[in-house]
């Protein structure tokens, strides 16, 4: 069964730090593009962060860059978003999602490209707030 499960999202004080796991299971895990992405109420689903499996290449949006840090762990088919300097803006439902690879920057921030996921998490809620 193909399946991605997040996990590490809670409450946290402004300028607070979480780490977010996404397990994967069911699919080779290399080749393909991992990306994060979170919701908030009221507003479109944003690409966060993603990597590719294969090259380790990652993609930032603007508003995380210098604050989150994407990685990957093969050998436990897991990606990690390190979420540092946590602010109230953060707070959203993330997602991970797995797609083949493809130019991670488009898989990441395009919604064109978003079809190209092929397997999505069911979420984990981040709310930043004192």
């Known amino acids: 069964q193909v399946q991605l499960v997040e996990s590490g999202g809670d409450l946290v004080q402004p300028g607070g730090s979480l780490r977010l796991s996404c397990a994967a299971s069911?699919?080779?895990?290399?080749?393909?593009?991992i990306g994060w992405f979170r919701q908030a109420p009221g507003k479109e689903r944003e690409g966060v962060s993603c990597?590719?499996?294969?090259?380790?290449?990652?993609y930032y949006a603007d508003s995380v860059k210098g604050r989150f840090t994407i990685s990957r762990d093969n050998a436990k088919n897991t990606v990690y978003l390190q979420m540092n300097s946590l602010e109230p803006e953060d707070t959203a439902v993330y997602y991970c999602?797995?797609?083949?690879?493809?130019?991670?920057?488009?898989?990441?921030?395009?919604?064109?490209?978003?079809?190209?996921?092929?397997?999505w998490g069911q979420g984990t809620q981040v709310t930043v707030s004192s």
């Open positions: 069911g699919f080779t895990f290399v080749k393909h593009v």
């Open positions: 990597i590719n499996t294969s090259d380790a290449g990652t």
């Open positions: 999602a797995a797609g083949p690879a493809f130019t991670v920057q488009a898989m990441c921030v395009m919604a064109a490209y978003r079809w190209r996921y092929k397997t």
